[in-house]
């Protein structure tokens, strides 16, 4: 196929949303699955909303995923610039071609205020139907025309919309697609009264003028399309392929939405918590689209190579938290010991005090295959840093049994007349304690796992109690000893 070129068209009114990143990633698979280059083109347009690290921050976050641009603002194409919407609206681009849109009479002059567009509006609703501008400035005469120019009156310029026509796309997800020009809401503004160009306008004329071969977007813009298509053919020129991505929802089927907690919703958070960039991209990529097989762990590489428009998904896209998780895993555990103590100890550092470092990096060595995410050795490593020893409900009950009291004693004298504290005199105590005092398995290193620890669960007992040091393991046995008697 001839090069293709797609682009991602962030809006700096806020900052990388898991939604968007999809868009942006999947059009970056594209370019390189076929050849292609990927431009970021900034849509500016929306002043009242727009923030000030807004483009800073989509840009960062973009390349913290791994998704690299191969033209914007920052590597610019002979030809192709400027790549921002207001830049472009400056230097009179939009300008050039609403001039080419009345002459050709495809477009026209609207003087309404819109007062009287709220009036109209509310008016259709009251007779129950969709409100629909009303063509009211579709025919005036041009001596109206002249005279409203002369005396400077705010105005719209607003597309002729075809009646009863049919638009078709053959949309690369869907399939067949048609809408009838008659369930657009009427003729559409192409220019604002304070002539910034409206969204469906200014991304027709800037896909055109970048000669972008491809669309491909979330299914939220697939109304847009019929408008986009409508100003394509107004002006004859060619349209480009269009694909629609479904939805992204939630556990309950929902669309994804910002007010939901059970989800991070923006990609700069994922970076707090610790979350690898590789693992996130890895993930997004399945969000829509599927590999043939049943693995599911891919580098960049190797998602690019298996890539192809025929697997993205005709349904809605599941965010599954625990797979999300569960992929990240793999990728932490496949770090070397020294990677992964480089990535972890600075939130272990970021929430507790820890003068020894080396001591910090074997705490966190103890979780390395259970690991999620980064942040998640702050609670995994409490108990190393907590002054007392909290004992829930069920680690009460059992230590009620019979026989731990003695055990617990036995342990706790050993663990005192060891001299050098280290893992191998801390199991040869136990094995003592094991022979003199009868017991073994569950009934041995459970209540010891408890007394210790706090906790009936948790990784390598030994390397925990010798990490934990003498001192807090005799100290939390004794107080476990107190609370049984």
Known sequence: MNKSRVRYPPSPTGYLHIGNARTALFNYLFAKKYNGDFIIRIEDTDLERNIADGVSSQMDNLKWLGIEWDES????????????????HKIGVYQKVIDQLLENNKAYRCYCTHEELEIEAEAQKS???????????????????????KNNLDHTIRLRVPEDTDYTWNDIVK???TFNSKDVTGDFNLLKQNTIPTYNFAVVVDD?????????????????????????????????????????????????????????????????????PEALFNFIALLGWSPPGEEEIFSKDELIEMFTTDRLSKSSAKFDVNKLNWINNKYITKLTDNEYTDFVLPFLNNKYKIDNQSWAKEITLLYKEQMTYGKEIEELAILFFQ???????????????????????????????????????????????????????????????????????????????????????????????????
């Open 175 to 177: 399939g067949n697609v």
């Open 208 to 276: 055109y003028q970048m000669d972008i071969t491809d669309v491909l977007r979330g299914e939220d813009h697939i109304s847009n399309t019929p408008k986009q298509l409508m100003i394509y053919d107004a002006l004859g020129w060619k349209r480009p392929n269009f694909g629609h991505m479904t939805l992204i929802v939630n556990q309950d089927g929902k669309k994804l939405s910002k007010r939901d907690t059970n989800i991070i919703q923006f990609i700069e958070k994922y970076k707090d918590y610790g979350y690898l």
């Open 127 to 149: 007779a129950g139907l969709i409100p629909k501008y009303n063509g009211k400035c579709r025919d005036l005469e041009k001596d109206i025309i002249e005279e409203n120019q």
């Open 387 to 485: 002054e007392e020893l909290i004992l829930n409900d069920e680690c009460k009950e059992f230590l009620m049994q019979d026989t731990i009291t003695e055990t617990l004693k036995a342990v706790a004298h050993k663990f005192d007349n060891i001299d050098s504290f280290n893992q191998e005199l801390i199991k040869l105590s136990i094995k003592e304690v094991q022979k003199e005092n009868q017991v073994k398995g569950k009934m041995i290193f459970m209540p010891i796992r408890i007394a210790t620890t706090g906790q009936m669960h948790g990784p390598d007992l030994i390397k925990t109690i010798e990490l934990l040091g003498k001192d807090k393991i005799i100290k939390n046995i004794n107080s476990v000893i107190n609370h049984i008697s």
């Open 73 to 88: 603002f920052d590597k610019e194409a002979e030809g192709y610039g400027p790549y921002f919407q207001l830049e472009r």
